[in-house]
């Protein structure tokens, strides 16, 4: 997927030590993509190098071109998220 970055999400992912290249496979092969507050988010889990296995969420505006990534975040809580992915 073409994407650009909104300042917020690059910051995010400095902050918060997640690679660009894992945001790419995530928006490029989302294991899932849900609706939030106006935005898809994409979704995928990725094994830390503790070996533990985290969610990404990538929110993204896909109404402009390039799609543009408003926020991205990891979580350890995989069960919460997908329950509310097949809640919708």
């Not at 830390?48 to 809580?77: G, H, I």
Request: hydrophobic residues 35%; without cysteine.
């Amino acid at each position: 997927m073409k994407f650009i970055l909104s300042r917020y999400a690059q910051e995010e992912l400095s902050k918060r030590n997640i690679p660009l290249q894992i945001l790419e496979l995530i928006l490029d092969y989302p294991e899932d993509i849900v609706e939030e507050d106006g935005l898809k988010v994409y979704q995928g889990t990725f094994t830390a190098n503790n070996n533990k296995k985290y969610l990404v969420r990538a929110y993204v505006n896909d109404l402009v071109e390039p799609n543009k990534v408003v926020t991205v975040y990891f979580t350890s809580k995989l069960n919460k998220y997908r329950r509310l992915s097949n809640e919708s």
